[in-house]
């Protein structure tokens, strides 16, 4: 991900210090609890639990808190457009109240690489958002609608790009192209997410054992999976889980 974070925080805010905020950052807030109203030249909108709010830079925001607010700031520079709404809403509650938990605990303890971990945090929040959003509009291209069913069905199992392709009747290069169209994502990298996100929960909510999670997520033995989750997450499957503990 193509950006830069320079400031991740948790605060809590019984009022805004300035009510009137413009900044030369983008700033991404997701609310752990609490509620607080803000408004622009463009909308309004109440931003409450497990949503979040894009404050873009170089707009001016009016705001005010409702209800006293626990929130994480996520301050970034590069990658701007990371959101298509500046009010950022998740269907998936269950996935972003365990990221804001995570947040929470991480926020809470002291160590060496408590921002590269809340890093990864905000990237999944990311690709939780896109992943969500991108997918609404696979109404519009069934065929990679049914093909987005199939594999987040058999994602641990070894089907090749080019077998779910001839499954949807379209060449690879079609499947390829209209599949990043609707999703935002190659078919591996969609493939890869999956796999890492259900690893994830393995080795936060579960007690198996490194090859076992290995074997849930279709790799072929420990070492693969360990130098797979590496690559995507920088942290290996027991270190990750270590962190957590």
Do not use: W
Not at 28 to 42: D, I, Q, T
Request: aromatic share 14%; charged share 25%.
């Amino acid at each position: 991900m193509d950006l830069k974070l320079t400031v991740i925080a948790g605060v809590n805010r019984d009022k805004f210090i300035m009510k009137h905020f413009i900044g030369s950052d983008d700033i991404f807030a997701l609310v752990k609890s609490g509620s607080f109203y803000v408004e622009n030249n463009e909308n309004k909108f109440t931003v409450n639990a497990n949503e979040g709010m894009l404050f873009r830079k170089n707009i001016l925001y009016n705001r005010h808190v409702i209800k006293p607010v626990r929130m994480f700031l996520f301050r970034y520079t590069g990658e701007t457009h990371l959101f298509n709404s500046d009010h950022v809403l998740f269907k998936d509650q269950n996935r972003i109240s365990s990221t804001i938990a995570l947040l929470e605990y991480f926020d809470s303890k002291f160590h060496e690489n408590n921002f590269k971990y809340k890093r990864h945090l905000f990237e999944d929040i990311v690709l939780q958002y896109l992943a969500e959003n991108n997918e609404t509009s696979a109404a519009t291209d069934n065929l990679i609608e049914k093909s987005i069913t199939e594999i987040k069905a058999n994602f641990h199992k070894n089907k090749s790009i080019a077998e779910f392709a001839e499954e949807s009747g379209l060449s690879y290069i079609q499947f390829f192209r209209r599949f990043k169209t609707v999703t935002g994502f190659s078919p591996s990298d969609y493939i890869a997410a999956l796999r890492i996100e259900k690893a994830k929960d393995l080795l936060i909510n579960t007690t198996l054992k490194i090859n076992e999670i290995s074997s849930v997520c279709g790799f072929e033995n420990e070492y693969y999976f360990s130098n797979f989750f590496k690559k995507y997450t920088k942290l290996s499957p027991s270190a990750f889980r270590s962190s957590l503990l």
